[in-house]
């Protein structure tokens, strides 16, 4: 009973095992030039912070757009530049977008 326990657990923890990074995203981290090592996402945001953080508070009924691919111009809103890197990586990369409920 104790291996079937173990290989339950061995299996079940390789679900979180970290995977090899996608194609897409090796070719969207060799685009930049300043990629300190494997897997770092951000190379062009604020980069002298230890940390990019954003606080936006949205007025009622109205509505964000906000990037996730690291790309746009005018991060933290989206400026549409994930098309353009989904078409040359076949990524489907897009934007956040949220929405305050319109107040009475």
């Given at each position: 009973m104790k291996?079937?326990?173990i290989l339950s657990l061995c299996a079940s923890a390789s679900a979180f095992a970290p995977l090899?990074?996608?194609?897409?995203?090796?070719?969207?981290l060799a685009m930049a030039d300043d990629?300190?090592?494997?897997?770092?996402?951000?190379?062009?945001?604020?980069?002298?912070s230890p940390k990019?953080?954003?606080n936006e508070v949205l007025e009622a009924g109205k509505k964000g757009?906000?990037?996730r691919c690291w790309l746009s111009g005018t991060f933290p809103a989206c400026d549409g530049?994930?098309?353009?890197h989904n078409d040359a990586t076949g990524d489907n990369v897009g934007p956040l977008i949220v929405s305050a409920?319109?107040?009475e």
């Open positions: 291996s079937i326990a090899p990074l996608h194609a897409a995203r090796n070719s969207a990629v300190e090592g494997p897997g770092k996402i951000n190379s062009l945001i604020d980069l002298d990019v953080v954003n757009v906000y990037c530049t994930h098309a353009k409920a319109k107040g």
